[in-house]
C-alpha cells in the first residue's frame, strides 16, 4: 500500500514529463514565427485506454486535427496552441485527479472536456469550482444538464432527444390531409437509444399522432419476429426505431419479412453504419436517420476539416473525431472574440460569450441554453438510390426528402 | 383483446420457434439421459456451428446449408471425443457437478476461441432471399424461418427414427434406462454413450446452422440459449427426448403470445416461470412418463 502511494506520482510525473516532451517535439520546426510569445496550453484528460478507449482515440485525433489546423493558421491569438494530454484509464477518480492536476499545478490556459458523460460530470465539476470555462465533446445525457454546471457548454448540435427535432418540425408541417395519423415505436433498452425515439414521440403525441405499439426490448435480442408481428398488425403509418446497429437491421429485416410497409420508417445510428446496406439486402429505400455529424455536411469549415484530417491521419473523420475537433473550435470562437486566453478572470468572459453567441463549426451553427446544453437539432438522413443523404435541415440538404417512403 | 390476424400470426412464429427449441433441447436432454450429465457447453458448440455456416457463406459464398456436409460429421467426431476423452474421466460420484465445472470451462473457451477468430461484432448471414416470405391465411411465413423449422422438424424424425427403429438406438435407449441392466445384456454402454454425445451434438450443428438463416449471431449468444433450453428440459422431463420436444413447442408458442400484452423483456420469463412451476409442482417434469420418474 505504501509503495503504490509513492509510486504513484512518480508515475505521474514521469507520464506528463513524457507529454510535455512530446508536445514541445511535435511543436518544433513551425514555431519560429511565434517564438516570442507564449504558447496556449490546453489541458485534456482523456480515456486513452480502459472502456472508453476507442472513442477517446478518435476524441483525440479531433483535438490534434483541430490544434494542428490553428497552428498552421499561425495559432491563436498569435500564440502557438499545445495540447497537454493524460490518460485518465477511463476512470472517474483518475480523471478528477487529472483535471486538479492540469488546473492546479501545470497551469493550464484552457481546459476541454473527456469523453462520456461518466466522465464529464466529476471533471466538469472541478472545472467549475477553478471558475474554469468547460466545453465538452461527448456528455449528452440529461444528467449532465442537471448539474446546475454554468460553465459547460456540449460541443455538438443535439442531446439524445432532440436528434429528431427537423423530423418532427417536417412531419408537423405536413397539410392535415398528407399528415399520418398512428405511429409505431421500437427501442433498445438502453437510455441514448430510448432518448431518440421518446424524443420524437413526445412531439408527435403533443400534435395528436397516436402511438399504436410501443415496444422495448433489452439489448441481446435477436429475434424481433414478434415485435415486427405487432407493427404490422396496428398498421401504424410511421415507424421509429430507437436503435444502437444490430437490433436496427434484425428489426428492419423481421418487418421485411412480413411485408410491412410504413410510410416513413426511421432508425437511430443503424441506417448510417457502412455495413447497413448489405445487412438489410440493400432494401433501404427511403429509411432516415438522424446523425450529428457528416462528412458531407455543407458547413463552411467542414471541408476544409475532412480534406486537412484525411492528409494528417490518412482517413476521414468520423463522429468522434468531428466532436473534438467542434470543441476546439468553440473555445477557438471564444478566445478570438474575446481576446484572452489564461486562468483567472479571463474565464468567465469566456463563458459569458458562449452564452451570448452563435459558433460556426464542422457540425454546423452551435448555441447553447443556460445549462450548457445545445439548442440545435440533428441531421435528417435519407436512403436515397442506394446512398445514404442529408434531407433536413431545408439549409444542409443534399437531395430532397421523400414521403411516403418507396417499398422497402 | 389482441387482432385475430395478430394473434394468428404470433402462434405461427411461436411455432416456428418452438420447432428451433424443440431441436436444441433434444441434444441437451440426450446427454442427461445418456450420463446424467448437465452440458453447459451445448450451446456454444450450437453458436460455433453458426459462426461456422456465417463464416463459409462469408468466405466461400456457400450456402449456409451446405456447410451442416462438414459441421455435422465434425460436431459428431468432436461429441464422442468429448465424452470418451473428458467427461467419461471424472469420477462417478461427483460427476453431475464436475461435469457442470468442465463443460462450463468448455463453453468459456469456445467463446473466447469465436471472440478471438472473428471479433465480438455482431454478425448475419446476407441472403438472398432473406427477407422473401409468403402469405398463408393472412399470415406472413419467412421462407429463412420455415427452412430453420424444416431443418429441426426432419433432425428431430430423423432422431426418432434412429432412436426407435435401429439396433444402436435400442442399445442407446436401453443405456439411458439402465446402464447396468444394458450391460448384463451384452451392450457395449461406454461405446453406445460416446455415439449417444456425438449424436448430441450433431444436433447442435443442425441447429446451429438453422440459427444462422435469421438470426444475428455473436461470441456470448450463448449464454442467452442456455437458459431457456435448461428450462425445456426439465419442464420435458430430464432425458425424455419427446417431452423435451413438446415442452419446446408449448414454451416457444407461450413466449411469442406473451409478447403480444407483456413485451419482449417480460415474455422472456416464461422459461424460468414454467422451471419453478415443474421444480415445485411435479419435479420429474411434465412430458417425461416413466423414465423421467426414475431420477
Known sequence: ?408 | MPSGPLLFQSIVLGLLLGGLYALLAAGLTLYFGIMRVVMIAHSAFLILAAYLAWWSHDRFGLDPLVSMVVTVPLFFGAGVLLQRGLLARLRPLTLTMMSVLLTFAIALIIEGLLGYAFTGTQRRIRLGYGTAGFEVFGARIAVVKLIAFGLAALALAALYVLMKRTTFGWALRATIQHRDAARLVGIDTERVAGYGFGLGLATAAIGGTALALDSTIYPSLHWHWIGPLMAIIVVGGLGSVPGAAAAAMVLGLLQSLLQIPMGATWAQTVFYLALFATLAVRPQGFFGGRLAQRF
Not at chain 1, 65 to 80: E, F, H, P
Not at chain 1, 180 to 191: I, V
Not at chain 1, 215 to 234: C, H, L, M, Q, R
Open chain 1, 1 to 408: 500500500m505504501l509503495s503504490s502511494v509513492r509510486r504513484t506520482p512518480w508515475a505521474a510525473a514521469l507520464g506528463t514529463t513524457m507529454i510535455i516532451a512530446l508536445a514541445a517535439c511535435g511543436g518544433g520546426g513551425e514555431g519560429s514565427e511565434n517564438a516570442g510569445k507564449e504558447p496556449i496550453t490546453v489541458g485534456i484528460s482523456l480515456p486513452l485506454t480502459g472502456d472508453f478507449a476507442e472513442p477517446g482515440k478518435g476524441v483525440q485525433e479531433g483535438y490534434e486535427a483541430w490544434a494542428k489546423a490553428v497552428n498552421d493558421k499561425g495559432g491563436l491569438l498569435g500564440r502557438r496552441v499545445e495540447l497537454k494530454i493524460l490518460d485518465d484509464q477511463s476512470n472517474a477518480d483518475r480523471v478528477v485527479a487529472d483535471y486538479e492536476q492540469l488546473i492546479g499545478s501545470d497551469k493550464v490556459d484552457l481546459v476541454v472536456g473527456p469523453f462520456s458523460t461518466r466522465l464529464v460530470v466529476p471533471s466538469g465539476r472541478v472545472a467549475q469550482e477553478y471558475g474554469m470555462l468547460f466545453v465538452e465533446p461527448a456528455g449528452a445525457a440529461a444528467q449532465v444538464f442537471q448539474q446546475g454546471f454554468k460553465n459547460l457548454f456540449y460541443a455538438a448540435p443535439a442531446v439524445a432527444d432532440d436528434h429528431y427535432n427537423h423530423l418532427a418540425e417536417y412531419i408537423l408541417a405536413l397539410p392535415a390531409g398528407k399528415r399520418p395519423r398512428t405511429a409505431a415505436y421500437a427501442a433498445m433498452d438502453d437510455p441514448f437509444a430510448q432518448g431518440t425515439a421518446y424524443g420524437l414521440k413526445s412531439k408527435l403525441e403533443k400534435a395528436g399522432i397516436r402511438t399504436v405499439v410501443n415496444e422495448v426490448y433489452p439489448p441481446n435480442t435477436t429475434d424481433f419476429g414478434s415485435i415486427a408481428a405487432k407493427i404490422k398488425a396496428s398498421g401504424a403509418e410511421i415507424l421509429v426505431g430507437g436503435s444502437q446497429y444490430q437490433d436496427g437491421v434484425n428489426l428492419i429485416v423481421a418487418l421485411q419479412q412480413l411485408a410491412y410497409q410504413p410510410k416513413l420508417a426511421a432508425f437511430s445510428t443503424a441506417p448510417t453504419n457502412p455495413e447497413f446496406a448489405k445487412a438489410v439486402g440493400n432494401k433501404t429505400e427511403g429509411i432516415l436517420s438522424p446523425t450529428g455529424y457528416s462528412q458531407d455536411a455543407p458547413y463552411p469549415s467542414n471541408k476544409d476539416f475532412v480534406t486537412k484530417f484525411k492528409a494528417q491521419f490518412g482517413k476521414v473523420p468520423e463522429e468522434d473525431q468531428a466532436n473534438g475537433y467542434t470543441t476546439g473550435q468553440v473555445v477557438a470562437a471564444a478566445v478570438e472574440a474575446v481576446g484572452c486566453a489564461e486562468q483567472g478572470d479571463c474565464q468567465q468572459k469566456l463563458i459569458d460569450w458562449l452564452h451570448a453567441n452563435k459558433v460556426e463549426t464542422v457540425v454546423g451553427p452551435l448555441s447553447w441554453d443556460a445549462t450548457g446544453k445545445p439548442r440545435g437539432a440533428h441531421m435528417i438522413q435519407q436512403w436515397v438510390g442506394g446512398d445514404i443523404k442529408i434531407v433536413l435541415p431545408a439549409e444542409a440538404k443534399e437531395a430532397d426528402f421523400i414521403f411516403p417512403k418507396p417499398a422497402w
